[in-house]
C-alpha cells in the first residue's frame, strides 16, 4: 500500500439519517461531500477503508487541462481555476503549483497529434502553446536535445500532492458539518415508491433522499448489484518515487516511454506514460463490445495481462444480500502489485532522454487500480431509473486534477443548482446511445 496517506479520524458514530449518503472516500467522493457541506447540506461519506486509500493517493499528482479529451476541458478549465481557492480553503499545504506542463514529442507524427489537439482546444482558453526542440530546451534544461522534436506546454497547469489532498478535504469537511465513516461499507441501497429511501451499512442504515457513488474502480460492481449496467474496466498504474533530487526540473513532463513530476519532498514521481496494464477479468468479457473501440486505437497506451485478478474478480461477482458480507468488505483497499518490467522501461528511458535522471535512487514503487469507461470521459449523472441515485465515477485517470470541478458538479446536480460546467458530456446514457461495432 502507497504508505504516506495522512489519517483522517472518523466521525463518532453513524447517523439514523442524512440528507445525502456519499460512497467512496476517494478524491471525487471527498470532493463531493466538501461542495455539498459547504452549502450547508447534512452529508455522510461512507468509505469501505480508507480516505484515498487506493488510486486517490496513487496517482502522479498533475493538475492540468492539455491534452484532455475535448468533452472534458470545459471541467478541466473549472478545476484549474478552483485548486487556488481550495489550496486557500483547507488551511493546509497540499503542494498546488502552477509550475507548467510539458508533452515531449519525439517525432512529426507526435508533434502533429499536439498541434492538432491544440487547434481544437484553443477556443476553451487553455494556456498551451507548441515549442520547438531549441525552446523545449530552454523550459526544460538538461533534456538531451536529440531526444525530442518539441512540446506542447501549458504554463498554467500544475501538480499537488495526491497522498495529502483527499485527507485535507475530508478534515474540512468535517469541519462544516458532515459525517464521516471509514472501515464502514455500503452493502446495498433501500427503496420506497420506487426512489432512493436509505442505504444499508455493515454497520446499520442510513436514511436518505439522495446517494452518489463515487466507488471508483467498484463503482461497476456496486451498481450491478442494483440492476444498473455501467461498463467500466479497470487498469493498472505503475509508479515509482525518488529521493530527494535538488536542482532537478521544476515543471512536469510526460512523453511516450516516461512522465515525471516533482514532489514537494524534493523528489520525484516517475512513471511510464503509455505503461499502463489491463488485467482480464470477468467484466473484460462482459463489457468487450463497450470496449472494443478503445482496444483498437489504444493499444499502445493499455497493454492486456493474464494474472490473479481473473480468480479474485470472479469470487467478487457472485451475488451478495444487503444483510450478508459484501465483496466491499472482503477487499477493503485495493493495493496492486506494480509492473517491475514497466519500471524498468521507465527507468531506462528517462536515463536516457533526460540525463539528470540517469543514476536514481528509487525509493518507493506501488501499483494503482485506475476506473476506465469506454470514452475515457467520467460519469457525472443522477440515474433515471433509480430517482435519488447518481454517479460520479469512470474518470480514467483524470480525477485528480478535475476533482475541484467535478465535486462542485456532482454537487450541484445533487441540489438541482446551476451546474459549473454543462454536464450533457458526461450523462450516464451516453452508453446506451452508444453501438460497438462487434
Not at 103 to 128: D, I, K, M, P
Not at 147 to 156: E, N
Not at 336 to 359: H, N, W, Y
Amino acid at each position: 500500500m502507497y504508505p504516506h496517506i495522512q489519517t483522517v479520524e472518523s466521525s463518532p458514530a453513524l447517523p439514523d439519517e442524512t440528507d445525502v449518503a456519499v460512497i467512496g472516500g476517494g478524491i471525487i467522493g471527498v470532493a463531493t461531500a466538501w461542495a455539498l457541506a459547504r452549502t450547508g447540506v447534512r452529508v455522510t461519506l461512507l468509505e469501505k477503508g480508507v480516505i484515498a486509500g487506493e488510486q486517490s493517493s496513487r496517482n502522479w499528482g498533475w493538475c492540468r487541462t492539455m491534452g484532455r479529451d475535448e468533452r472534458e476541458i470545459p471541467l478541466a478549465m473549472a478545476s484549474l481555476a478552483r485548486w487556488p481557492e481550495l489550496a486557500a480553503a483547507l488551511s493546509e499545504d497540499i503542494g498546488f503549483k502552477r509550475t507548467g506542463i510539458l508533452y515531449a514529442c519525439r517525432n512529426e507524427a507526435e508533434l502533429t497529434q499536439q498541434r492538432e489537439w491544440l487547434a481544437r482546444a484553443r477556443h476553451y482558453g487553455v494556456s498551451s502553446r507548441l515549442l520547438d526542440s531549441a525552446e523545449l530546451a530552454r523550459y526544460m534544461p538538461g533534456v538531451d536535445p536529440g531526444a525530442f522534436v518539441g512540446a506542447l506546454y501549458t504554463p498554467d497547469d500544475g501538480r499537488a500532492e495526491p497522498d495529502v489532498v483527499a485527507p485535507a478535504m475530508a478534515r474540512s469537511a468535517m469541519r462544516l458539518g458532515a459525517t464521516l465513516l471509514q472501515q464502514c461499507a455500503v452493502r446495498g441501497l433501500e427503496t420506497r415508491a420506487g426512489r432512493v429511501h436509505a442505504v444499508v451499512t455493515e454497520r446499520g442504515r442510513v436514511r436518505t433522499q439522495a446517494v452518489v457513488l463515487a466507488g471508483g474502480a467498484w463503482s461497476s460492481l456496486f451498481c450491478r448489484h442494483l440492476g444498473i449496467r455501467l461498463p467500466q474496466l479497470k487498469v493498472l498504474g505503475s509508479v515509482m518515487r525518488t529521493a530527494p533530487m535538488p536542482g532537478g526540473p521544476d515543471a512536469a513532463l510526460g512523453t511516450s516511454g516516461f512522465s515525471f513530476r516533482k514532489r514537494a519532498d524534493g523528489g520525484y514521481t516517475i512513471s511510464h506514460r503509455g505503461g499502463s496494464l489491463a488485467p482480464i477479468v470477468p467484466d473484460s468479457f462482459r463489457y468487450l463490445r463497450d470496449f472494443l473501440p478503445m482496444m483498437r486505437t489504444s493499444r499502445e497506451e493499455f497493454r492486456l495481462r493474464l494474472d490473479a485478478r481473473l480468480w479474485q474478480e470472479a469470487w467478487h461477482h457472485r451475488r451478495w444480500s444487503d444483510d450478508g458480507v459484501s465483496p466491499f468488505e472482503r477487499e477493503r483497499v485495493l493495493d496492486p502489485v506494480p509492473s517491475a518490467r514497466v519500471l524498468k522501461e521507465a527507468t531506462r528511458q528517462i536515463g536516457e532522454a533526460v540525463p539528470f535522471f540517469r543514476d536514481l535512487e528509487i525509493t518507493q514503487r506501488w501499483g494503482g487500480l485506475i476506473d476506465v469507461t469506454p470514452d475515457a470521459v467520467p460519469v457525472i449523472d443522477a440515474i433515471d431509473t433509480l430517482p435519488g441515485f447518481h454517479l460520479a465515477t469512470g474518470f480514467s485517470g483524470h480525477g485528480f486534477g478535475t476533482a475541484p470541478g467535478a465535486g462542485q458538479l456532482m454537487a450541484d446536480l445533487v441540489t438541482g443548482n446551476t451546474p459549473l460546467v454543462d454536464p450533457t458530456p458526461y450523462r450516464f446514457s451516453r452508453f446506451a446511445e452508444a453501438d460497438p461495432t462487434p
